[in-house]
């Protein structure tokens, strides 16, 4: 059975910062391409950040995160990263990993961020 299982959200102040991880089983991690999106309510879901797999492990980040947001992976335990520093009240939203790999795509359960004084 293939899971994936975000943690990490919570409630920071803005300027704070906060790491989310998330846990991957039943699949073959390192060849997975893993993607970081984010809904916020009454908005479509938004593709954030993202780092390829295989060799390259490259990272990518959208604009409007750019330099504060970096997706990285640990493929020994199967987890995927997304730093995010200097947190903005934008940036609330439901933040959901997914692992694509050509026709194959699987989606965490989300975790909560909220950015609030």
């Known amino acids: 059975q293939i899971q994936l299982v975000e943690s990490g959200g919570g409630l920071v102040q803005p300027g704070g910062s906060l790491r989310l991880s998330c846990v991957a089983s039943g699949l073959i991690f390192m060849i997975y391409d893993l993607a970081w999106y984010r809904q916020a309510p009454g908005k479509e879901r938004e593709l954030v950040a993202e780092?390829?797999?295989?060799?390259?492990?490259?990272?990518w980040a959208a604009d409007s995160v750019k330099g504060r947001f970096t997706a990285s992976r640990d493929n020994a335990a199967n987890t995927a990263y997304l730093q995010m520093n200097n947190l903005q009240p934008d940036d609330t939203a439901v933040y959901y990993c997914?692992?694509?790999?050509?026709?194959?795509?699987?989606w965490g359960q989300g975790t909560q961020v909220t950015v609030s004084s």
């Open positions: 997914k692992a694509h790999y050509g026709q194959y795509a699987y």
């Open positions: 780092i390829t797999g295989g060799r390259t492990n490259t990272p």
